[in-house]
């Protein structure tokens, strides 16, 4: 990594850390300088333009899809069962780490006042994850692993799968399985999921 590539993972680090502790709105280009350990907060305008730059790109490089959405195409050929359950138990994982929590809360009591923030977050997070599982699903049709359909649909239902564990860890801890862990949830959801768009045999 080069010393330009370094200071801007510092900075991405740093802004991470303060939407974390304090929302979009209450971190501030001072204070992520500050964490950051830089001289000028206006050396953060050499990489991010605005502040919503720097936080879209903060949310992509801290996702656990970012290697993934970047280049599919290693794990393009790999069956859906390894594919989706991986990623999803990386979801879990992701979620159930105190900051990332923290920052999905202050998120959630933003968006509803902020539609441009959401738009960030939907183009930062859930368009780059249905846009790859689009893609996978659609060549894992083409190898024959699973039956022709509408690959919209079932992106987004997989990713629907998750919300009632993910909810439960973020507010309704009822929503879980009690005693059942993230590990189980996926292989059973996935069971489920990947039966219903396997071919028949008679195909």
Known sequence: MTEDQESRQKILDAAFAEF??????????????????????????????TKEALF????????????VVLDPAPLLD??????????????????????????MRLLLSELGKRPQLAELVS????????????????HQIEMGRL???????????????MAPQVFGLLFFPGLRLDGVPNDTYVQTMFDIFLTGLRPSAEG
């Open 147 to 161: 039956r022709p359909h509408d690959v919209r649909f079932s992106a987004r239902a997989l990713i629907g799968l």
């Open 20 to 49: 974390a502790d304090k929302g979009f709105r209450g971190a501030t280009i001072k204070s992520i300088a500050q964490r950051a350990e830089l001289q000028s907060p206006s050396l953060i305008y050499w990489y991010f333009a």
């Open 78 to 103: 790999t069956p859906p069962d390894v594919v989706l359950t991986q990623l999803a138990q990386s979801y879990l994982y992701y979620m159930s780490q105190p900051n990332i929590q923290n920052l």
């Open 56 to 67: 879209q790109a903060a949310i992509q490089s801290h996702s656990p899809f970012a290697e």
């Open 123 to 138: 183009q930062g997070l859930m368009e780059p994850v249905l846009d790859f599982l689009q893609t996978y699903l659609t």
